[in-house]
């Protein structure tokens, strides 16, 4: 059984940074896509970011290339997700998801594992 828990959320002013972690556990994660998808209050998950954990190819949503940058310790069972220049927007609630298809996609009925979530707030 695979099980996920993200943690480093919290309130940040606009223009700062903050880093989530996603530690997994239940298995190996070697031949996993791990994803980062968030939800603002609202409305619908929305894609975040991409890692394939053998290779460590990443995909970003438009709304966060160049600010967001997701990573992985394979040491640790671990995936990264640092969060720079952040936005009111960027406010959500956000997931760790695992698929093991193997296949690097945004679409999150894809991704059989979740995390609880944690909540991210951007003052302005």
């Known amino acids: 059984q695979v099980h996920l828990v993200e943690s480093g959320g919290g309130l940040v002013q606009a223009g700062g940074s903050l880093r989530l972690s996603c530690a997994g556990s239940?298995?190996?994660?070697?031949?996993?896509?791990m994803g980062w998808f968030r939800q603002a209050p609202g409305k619908e998950h929305e894609f975040v970011a991409i890692?394939?954990?053998?290779?460590?190819?990443?995909y970003y949503a438009d709304s966060v290339k160049g600010r967001f940058t997701i990573s992985r310790d394979n040491a640790k069972n671990t995936v990264y997700l640092q969060m720079d220049s952040l936005k009111p927007e960027d406010t959500a609630v956000y997931y760790c998801?695992?698929?093991?298809?193997?296949?690097?996609?945004?679409?999150?009925?894809?991704?059989?594992?979740w995390g609880q979530g944690t909540q991210v707030t951007v003052s302005s």
């Open positions: 890692i394939t954990w053998s290779i460590g190819n990443t």
């Open positions: 239940g298995r190996t994660f070697s031949n996993y896509v």
């Open positions: 998801a695992a698929s093991s298809r193997g296949v690097a996609t945004p679409t999150k009925t894809a991704y059989e594992y």
